[in-house]
DNA sequence: GACGCTTGTCAACAGGCGTTGACAAAGCCA
DNA sequence: TGGCTTTGTCAACGCCTGTTGACAAGCGTC
């Protein structure tokens, strides 16, 4: 990621890359783990050129969550397939299901009270809402929130269990098997 | 809470006072965010008592964890009940929900790495397996972690709201009853 | 009453944080 | 070449944090 030798002058580029670089630790660590001088680093750049390009640490966060896009990611595919296929990508490729990076951040941030209070409202209108909206016919507000938090609740599971859910692999299979059914009832109606 | 005039000087009283704050203090805010002098504050005692008393910071989170208890408050009752029981509790009562501190207090450690760590030991041994083992049949691992993650799946939902799900009281209600037989299937086996 | 142990307070420290303003270097234009 | 803007670095600031050691006050005991 860090390239040897000074970094060329290209402040697009440079914003650029600072961007993916905190939308990168944003996802991976909470909003109070990640430092300025973290991404800096990842850039290879200095931490004060951040807050000359974003204004404060809020902003970046800011910025880094809206340049995740919407949760279209989730919803490609075929509808009828939907229930094994992200419960496949739960349980065996987390980092493939993890396109929703805005949703990755989300979960980081549910501790602290200021990254949730600026989670919140980007929250209901770049992920909720766009569920919503695919999930046509009845309670489809009801079924996309029980869905959303179905979906995080087990990338939790899996945190708890120290970046697995801490079972075997035959296990895991099961997992998916069960897991498949349900996500797909509530996609279904 | 906080009682005017000096505390009277009781070690055993204020230890115990001081674990509860901190009880509360980790399960409403991530342990980033709780500072030993909000602690201190709440029992109205001096922020350097409790590193006398408990060690550090990081001893105390571990104590505060360890005297929730395991998960037993969730298996009281019917097994036949518990979809629908449960269901209504994350719903509409979450505090009374939160009779499992413990798993409070493990949600809002997800983000920060330290108190990951320190949460995963425990988080096996007091939460998911007396689950497990109240789950008696077939590919119960399986189903205590699916239970788990649906459960605090749906408290991370209810936060990203804003301290409730953002949905209509009339929502709610289809909540619970599309919620209640799912958690049901999974105690059935 | 004087001692000694316990219980609690206070001031201060070292370390980390986000942020700022002054400065250096690179490229552009005349 | 000389100036000017852009791009990036550096040192430092003020703030907040967990923790420590010195000190004060309460309480039982001789």
Redesign the interface.
């Known amino acids: 990621m860090l390239c040897p030798g000074p970094r060329p002058r290209n402040a697009a580029a440079t914003r650029t890359a600072i961007l993916d670089a905190a939308r990168e630790r944003f996802a991976a ?5 990640v430092g300025m001088r973290d991404i800096a680093r990842d850039v290879g750049v200095d931490a004060a050129l951040i807050s000359r390009y974003f204004g404060s640490k809020d902003d970046l966060f800011v910025a880094a969550l809206d340049s995740c896009g919407d949760g279209s990611a989730l919803m490609q595919g075929e509808k009828a397939d939907f229930g094994r296929r992200v419960a496949h990508e739960i349980v065996f490729e987390p980092k493939k299901a993890e396109k929703l990076k805005g949703m990755s951040i ?8 200021k990254a ?1 209070e600026m ?2 409202s980007s ?2 209108q770049r992920f909720f809402g766009p569920l919503e909206d695919w999930l046509s016919g009845p ?1 489809a ?3 996309a ?2 869905l ?7 990338s ?2 899996r ?4 970046g697995t ?3 075997q692999p035959a ?1 895991c299979e ?2 998916r098997d ?2 498949a059914p ?1 996500l797909q ?2 996609i279904d109606g």
């Open positions: 660590e909470s909003y109070d783990d989300m979960l980081r941030s549910i501790g602290s009270a949730a989670v919140q929250c209901t309670d507000t009801v079924r929130r029980l959303a938090g179905f979906i995080m609740g087990m939790v599971s945190e708890l269990g120290g859910f801490n079972i296990e099961k997992m069960r897991l349900i009832s509530l």
